[in-house]
C-alpha cells in the first residue's frame, strides 16, 4: 500500500475565470445593485439583471460578428453599461479593450489599430471625440451607441447601432462558453511619456486574482456591506479591479457617468451612502475644497483609495478631520493590474506616527513580490536607504507587452517599474523619483522629485524642476530649473544655501536656470525631455555657481 | 499594425506556491510573532525567525533523506514546530502530512502507510500514542522529536532524533527550490464513518487560493492588525488554512499547544489578547461554560469561526451576551480545504433577524460553486424548499482521492458533498441531514436530523435517534429510537402527538424503539449504522402505531 514518491495533488482543476465572477455575483448575490447617477438622479439594477444584460450584450456582439480572441473596444464614462461590457466581453471570450477618453487624437488611432479593435462601444455624448478619427481605424467594424443619441450623431458615426435595441433583439439565459484561466480577458494601453502607448493583456486568472487580493483585510477588507463608489475611471487600468471584486463579494456599486465632479460626486454620496470609495487625488483634492463651500456629507464613507499619484499627507489629513474618512494609498500601474502595493501603518503605531507610514508608497500585497536593484542590474537592501529602482513580479504583473518588443522593461522576468525608491525592513517602499528622472551622480542617485519638493518650500519659488545634465567630472549633475512667484527676486546663490540646511551637501545643483514657466506635458507634469532638450539646445538662462561636491 | 484575432495575455507566469506565502510573510512582515502557550508562559519567535528554522527543518530533512514528494508526517499538537513543517515539507517540494493523533491505532497505521510517510515529526507527549505502532509502519525510516523527551522515551522510538538537534547542525539562508503550483503541497485523511480513511492531497494552488480567500471580507477579513488564536487542531484539514493566511496578511499567530482546554484558553487569551480565534463548537461550548465559573477576558477578539459541526443558536448567543464576540459559523469538510461556505447576516437584515441568517450552513465562498441534485442527478432549484445533495466544486475542492477508487464520491467532476438539504435564492445553504442518514419515502426526502431535534424538545426525550428503514409501501420509513430521562414515562403516541404539531404529517414515525442507549460513534455521534443494524437484526423493542401518511 506504500505509495512513498508518487503523490500527486487531487485538487480540482477549476480555472480562475470571469465566468466564475460572474457566476458568483449574480446568484449568490443576486440582489446586490449596481446604481448610476444620471441628471434627474439614480438608475439601478440587481446583480442578477446586470448579469442577464451582459448575456444579451454578448450574443448580440456574436452577431456582429464578435469571435473568441477578437477585441472589443468601449469608449465611455463609469456607468452599468460599462460593466456590462466588463463581464460580457471577457466571458464571451472576447477582449474587452478599455479606450482612455482623455487621449490625444493621434494615441487613440494608434492603439485602437494597433490593439485591432473589430467592435467599439460607445457613450452617445462622446460620439464627437471618437468621430473625428473614425476614418482612420483600420478594424473597426461596428460601432455599438449606449445611451440617447442626439440629432446628427448618426451621421458622425455612420452605420453606428444602438445599444438597447442590440440588447432587446436576445434573450435571456446566455451559453457561456467555458474558457482557460490563462486566456485573454482584457486589454488597456499605457501612457508612457515616451514612445508610442503599449498594451497590456490581462488575463482572466490576473483579473480574477488581482480582484480577490483586493478583497483582503491586507488591502480593501471588502464584503457584501460595503457599497463601492468607483470614481477612478473604468478605461484605466479596468477600473482598478474594483468591478470585479464588488462581485466577488456582493458589494453594491454606484457609479457617476460623466458626473465625476464635486457637484456631482456630493449628490451621488448622499443618495447612495457608499461606504468605499477609488479615485485619484485630484478628486479628493477638488472634492475638500468643493465642501469648504458646499454641504457635503460623506459620513458614509468608511474607506478611500487613492492612487495614480502620490497622495500629499496634508490631504489624508484635512480630508479626515473635515470627513471623518481616512484615505489610504494604493500604488500601482498599468503593468501591475493595478494594485500591487497600499500603504496601512503598521500595528502598534502611535497615532502620532501614522502619518509617516501612510505618506509612503506603500507595503507590497501579497501575491506581489518587489526587489531594488542598481543600475548594473545588483540586488539592494530592504534598509530604508539603500536606492535603487522598484522591480516586481507577480501572478497580475505583466511580462511583455502586446505586439512590440520592450525587453528593457524587464530583468530576469521581473517588471522594472521605472520608478526609484527604497524599500525598508518592514517592506514599506518610498519611491522617490521615476527612474528616468533620477539624477546619477558619481555612482549615487539624487532625488529630482526630493530636490524640487525642498526648493518649493522657499517662499520666493512658485515652481521648481531639476533634471539631470551631463557633467564631465560626475557624469551628471543637477540642473534646477526655477519659476519665481510674481514681485519676488531670489538669486541661484540665495536658494542654494537655502537648500543646504535640507539635502545632502552633494546634492546641491551648480547649475541654475530661473526661468518664466516649466514646460508641461498634456496631463499636467513637468515635462523634463522638453527641459533637458532646452538645456542641450542652449536655449536656458543658466548660471553655475562654484561647485561644493567633494569626491566621498 | 492591426492585431485582430491573435490577442495573448502578457501576464507573468508566475506560480502560486506556499513559498510565496513563506517569503511575504517573512519579509514584509518579518516582525509578525508566533507564539506558543507552555506550562510557564508564553514562548514566542518572529515571522523571519520562523521563516529561518522552517529553512534549517528543510535542510534537515533532506540530509534525512526526504525528497521532492516524499511524505513527512506531523503528529503532534499547534505549536510553532508544527508551523514550521507546515512550511518546511511543502517549500522544498515534499508533501505534509497531518496525522490525526486521535485516530484509532488501525486507523492510524493505515493512514501513515498509504500515505507512505518516509518520516514523521512527533511531540515527545505523543511518543506513548505512536510508539504502539511503530512496529506496523512500513516507509518510516525516520522519527523526528520535538520537545523534551522523557527517559525511556527513546526506547519506545528507537532511532528518533531530537528536533532541536538537527536545526541547530543546519544553516540560515536555505535555497528554495522553484516549484509548480500544481505540486503536491500537503496530504490530510477523512475520517469517515464507513470504510478506510481516504487521503485529500492538496496543491500549493489550492492551499494559495484557500488562505487567499481566507482573508477577504466576504470570509475572516484578516490583516496584520489581526492575532490569530488557533485552537482548531492543526492535524485536521491543514488547520483550516489558518496557518497559511496569517502570512499572506501579516497577523500574528498564538497556539495553545496541548493546553486546547477551558482553562488553557482563558490563559492564552489574556497573554496574548488575540483578536480572532478557530475551533469547532464543543471548544466555545466548553469554555462558556468555564466562565461561568471561573474569570475569563475575551474582549480582545473580533470574531470567533466555528465549524466542524452545526453550532447551535443558543451558544452563539449566550457567548456573544457574556463575552461580546460574535460566532461565525464557517461550513466544509477535508475534501474542500475545509471553508466552502460562511454564514454571515446579509447586509440589511434586522438585529432580531440575524440569527435566522447566522443558523444556517452559509453562502458559498468565492471560488467555491454549489448546486443541488436530486437522487438521480437532477440539478434542483434554489429556492429554499427544494432538498437534494450539495455537490462542490472549485480551486480548492477535491477531484479525486489519493490512490484509491472513489467515482461515486464524484459527478460530473464535481464533489458530492454528503449533505443533503437545501439552497434559498441568496445562496444560503442549509444542511439538514447526511445523505446516508436521509429518509427517502415516497419520492421526497425527511430530515432525520429535523425529526430528532422536535423530539428532543419534550420534556421526557434524553435523546432521539431517527434513522431510515424499509417499508414496503414507500420505499423508507422513520423509525425513531428513543431514550426517556430517569423517572420520566412517555409512550409512542404521546410523543408522537407530540411531534404532530412540529413537523409535517407524513413524517409522523410510525416505529418506536423506547431503548436505554443509543449506540455512539468514536466521535461521540449516534451510530445510525449500528441502530439500522439492530433493527434489521430483530434486536430493537419496535411498537408499531398506525400510519397518518396519505399519498399526496
Same sequence: chains 1, 2.
Wanted: some cysteine; aromatic content about 8%.
Amino acid at each position: 500500500m506504500g505509495k512513498g514518491g508518487s503523490v500527486q495533488a487531487t485538487m480540482q482543476q477549476f480555472p480562475l475565470t470571469i465566468a466564475h465572477i460572474l457566476r458568483h455575483g449574480s446568484t449568490v448575490y443576486a440582489d446586490s445593485r449596481v446604481s448610476t447617477l444620471t441628471g434627474e438622479g439614480i438608475r439601478s439594477a440587481s446583480f442578477a439583471d446586470v448579469a442577464a444584460r451582459a448575456g444579451r450584450l454578448a450574443a448580440a456582439l456574436r452577431r456582429l460578428g464578435v469571435r473568441a480572441v477578437d477585441c472589443v473596444g468601449t469608449f465611455g464614462w463609469n456607468h452599468q453599461e460599462h460593466l456590462e461590457a466588463y463581464y460580457a466581453v471577457p466571458c464571451m471570450g472576447a477582449v474587452l479593450h478599455t479606450l482612455n477618453i482623455r487621449l490625444f487624437t493621434d494615441q487613440l488611432t494608434y492603439v485602437i489599430n494597433h490593439g485591432g479593435d473589430k467592435v467599439v462601444i460607445v457613450d452617445a455624448t462622446l460620439i464627437p471625440l471618437l468621430a473625428n478619427l473614425a476614418g482612420d481605424l483600420t478594424n473597426v467594424e461596428r460601432y455599438v451607441v449606449v445611451g440617447e443619441m442626439g440629432k446628427g450623431d448618426l451621421s458622425l458615426l455612420p452605420g453606428a447601432l444602438r445599444y438597447e435595441e442590440l440588447l432587446a433583439a436576445e434573450e435571456d439565459g446566455e451559453d457561456w462558453p467555458e474558457l482557460e484561466e490563462s486566456s485573454a480577458a482584457a486589454m488597456c494601453y499605457t501612457t508612457g511619456t515616451t514612445g508610442d502607448p503599449k498594451g497590456v493583456v490581462y488575463s482572466h486568472r490576473s483579473v480574477f486574482l488581482h480582484a480577490l487580493s483586493e478583497c483582503s483585510g491586507a488591502a480593501f477588507g471588502l464584503s457584501c456591506a460595503d457599497r463601492i463608489m468607483l470614481v477612478n475611471p473604468m478605461f484605466h487600468a479596468m477600473g482598478w479591479g474594483l468591478p470585479y471584486a464588488a462581485w466577488l463579494v456582493g458589494a453594491d456599486l454606484v457609479f457617476p457617468g460623466p458626473y465625476a465632479q464635486p457637484e456631482g460626486l456630493s449628490r451621488l454620496a448622499a443618495l447612495t451612502r457608499p461606504t468605499f470609495a477609488g479615485a485619484v487625488p485630484t478628486v479628493w483634492s477638488d472634492l475638500l475644497r468643493y465642501s469648504e463651500s458646499h454641504s457635503v456629507d460623506l459620513s458614509s464613507l468608511r474607506m478611500i483609495i487613492s492612487g495614480g499619484s502620490a497622495v500629499p499627507p496634508a490631504l489624508m489629513d484635512r480630508f479626515e478631520r473635515r470627513h471623518g474618512v481616512r484615505i489610504v494609498q494604493a500604488w500601482g500601474m498599468t503593468e501591475t493590474s493595478p494594485v500591487a502595493a497600499v500603504s496601512f501603518p503598521p500595528p502598534g503605531t502611535a497615532a502620532g506616527d501614522e502619518m509617516t507610514w501612510r505618506a509612503k508608497t506603500g507595503r507590497p500585497l501579497h501575491g506581489v513580490e518587489f526587489r531594488l536593484c542598481d543600475d548594473a542590474g545588483n540586488l539592494l537592501p530592504w534598509d530604508g536607504i539603500a536606492v535603487g529602482e522598484i522591480e516586481a513580479r507577480g501572478p497580475w504583473v505583466t511580462g511583455s507587452y502586446h505586439a512590440v518588443e520592450a525587453g528593457e522593461k524587464f530583468h530576469d522576468g521581473w517588471l522594472r517599474t521605472g520608478d526609484v525608491g527604497t524599500i525598508d525592513p518592514l517592506g514599506f517602499v518610498q519611491i522617490t523619483d521615476r527612474a528616468k528622472d533620477v539624477i546619477k551622480t558619481g555612482g549615487e542617485w539624487i532625488s529630482s522629485v526630493e530636490l524640487e519638493n525642498a526648493l518649493m518650500g522657499h517662499p520666493a519659488v512658485r515652481e521648481a524642476a531639476v533634471v539631470g545634465v551631463v557633467d564631465e567630472r560626475w557624469g551628471e549633475r543637477p540642473l534646477a530649473c526655477v519659476v519665481l512667484r510674481d514681485d519676488t527676486t531670489a538669486r541661484p546663490e540665495e536658494l542654494c544655501s537655502f537648500l543646504s540646511s535640507r539635502v545632502a551637501r552633494w546634492w546641491l545643483p551648480e547649475r541654475w536656470a530661473l526661468i518664466e514657466v516649466i514646460p508641461k506635458t498634456s496631463v499636467g507634469k513637468f515635462d523634463k525631455k522638453a527641459l533637458r532638450a532646452l538645456y542641450a539646445g542652449g536655449n536656458l538662462p543658466v548660471e553655475v555657481l562654484p561647485s561644493l561636491t567633494k569626491a566621498r
